[in-house]
């Protein structure tokens, strides 16, 4: 695996446009935009959707096709059908006054026909390769099915799982969720966003959405300036300097004023301080959203409102459509404000070419080469097996056999090819048919002798029926062995799917206690958006695999996994929390005054019916071999600001089957002039090793890696003690300190 150096954590001061500025292009727009009249201009600012809707509609018909030929839009969402792209195209680019191009976008969130496991299960990989690898197949399929844009990668950091969009990111660590941001726009962007083969890319949702109280899809967010410059603004900071080319406003309010029309992040933060040259586009009706969150007395003071920050584009809510042009005819605003807007999205319509060649993304025989390829569908199954998390494995139950003479496959989820089950929310073009069941992984992989029985146990959505449940548990007695999948039908997680009880859905525990009753042994196999309670599940069933949500070959790379032609090795992304009650409950956490010691006293931070700690931690995964670490050996005991800290520590497996593994580097400012982590994620890097073999893996740690936004809110280490922490998860690591003058 590529050795994960450090990246410096870039101070405001010290980030470039990273979003390219190409001289010849930057001519290109001034004149095209000199020769824009106001309508035009709007036009270029204005989204609509051309397919099925993601959010409420207003009813309102408008005539696309004269609204294009008069130049009034200038991009759609979810237009997927080839000849409706070139027809549209058609009319913009030969019957508009300027022929300035459409902008065609999708949520290929994971995948577009080829799909990938959801976020959140690839963040589990730790596979950075493999995760930028995901987004360039989907770049490639999506850009072969006329789409330019994608309104991926979500990066808002989680630290609730009820919240149904957590499925959709990269987890509770700013630290990872930075590393995937960029690997994702890499994946999405290429190096080149000028080749038919790469799509733009869109950081979503800006900013602070995953903090959304109660996780409640929508709901209130307020945190602290310094909290969102610490956890919720570094992903989209690393995206903005990976060169992403849009970002899109999130649904909620900061500090009461909705994203959409937040001058601290949009015209401060990221036009501001990250110097970003792309453009933001609304979330769907967000800019008329404004209305309803009380800021804004009707949609025309939404547009001065949206303007005003500096959000560019309006997806659907038709407020800069009907009200923008006014505003600027009327000296409400300056026609600066909306040249400003159009000058970067025809950046971005240059860098793509599409002035050069406005139909190169439309080619029927790239798409039907490229579609569910071999190799795309074999990196789907790499991927997915790599997300898979091992959470326990009693007396070694897994990898089975696989000449077993007789196995039961239970429940609904083993076997559907509906609610998008194995694919999980926002599976773009995907098709249920298309995905590979666990129940056809299991037949693909046994003995030709091997009996597989199947017995759903329950309906959809943890309807389960006594006669289910008995057939199961008659099933289960009647074999060698039991896996049970049980977990969230695909339906029960993403946009707008947020949870109040987040254990197995409906009456599963039911099935579960019956089937691990019947006496054999039983293999669990979690099918989830999103970390559930287990409880009683994590005590009785002997070995349980997480399985998220994999996609098209999610039931090949179960069935991987299970019979041990792949060795487990995701480390979880998120907190597994023991009790709802628990929630928010995440590794980066305060000390507080008043920190729960080892044994049991009162009067500490604690809960005296439930564990502080989660029931799996972040970083945590089992694996079918083991390690041994050594202590974290330091080049050095003091380093001073201008100097790197080299982190060494050896890796081996211990076992008899070679794995691998995630080694991960954490680090604690002991005393700083605000209250720091007791634990920070700052390196990993995911390593092979065979059984009995060895490896040295070093990290490198600088100043950058150790500041933070210190009392006075400047972004700097301060000088004092650490500790730094090498293992297996954020909970199983060893230790040493440093000093920094
Ligand atoms: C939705 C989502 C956003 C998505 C957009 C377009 O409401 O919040 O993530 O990209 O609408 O589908």
Redesign the pocket.
Known sequence: MKRMLLTLLLTPLFAAAAFAHDPRIEAKVDDLLARMNLAEKVGQLNQL?GGY???TQDGRRIDLEESVRSGIIGSF??IVDLDYQKSLQKIAVEESRLGIPLLY???V?HGYRTIFPIPLAEAASWDLEAIERSARIAAIEASASGLHWT??P?VDIARDPRWG?VM?GAGEDTYLGSRIAEARVHGFQGDDLSRSDTIIA?A??FAG?GAAEGGRDYNTVDVSERVMREVYLPPFHAAVNAGVATL?N??NVLDRMPASGNKFLVKQVLKGEWNFQGFVVS????FGEMVIHGVAEDNREAAKLAIAAGSDMD??SKAYFDYLGELVSKGEIPEEWVDDAVRRVLRVKYELGMFDDPYKYIDPARKEKVTLSDEHLQAAREVARESIVLLKNEGGLLPLKKNIEKIAVIGQLADSKKFEDMMGS?PAQGKNEEVVTPLEGVKAKVSTQTVVTYEPGCRDHGVCPPELIDRAALAAAEADCVILVVGENGDMSG??KSRAHIGLPGDQLDLVKAVVKAGKPVVMVLMTGRPLVLDWCAEHVPAIVNAWQLGTMGGHAIADVLFGDYNPSGKLPISFPAAVGQIPVYYNHLNTGRPRPPQDVPYVSKYIDCPNEPLYPFGYGLSYTTYEYSAPRLNAETININHTLTVSVDVKNTGSVMGDEVVQLYIRDLVGSVAQPVKELRGFDKIHLNPGESKTVEFTLDSGDLAFWTEDMKFQPEPGEFEVFVGTSSSDCKKARFTLE
């Open positions: 959707n809707a993601t959010g969402l979810n976008a999708h949520d969130i309104f991926a979500m969009r959709e869109c979503k949702h959405y899109m999130a649904f979330d769907w009706n967000s997806m659907e926002w946009e707008s």
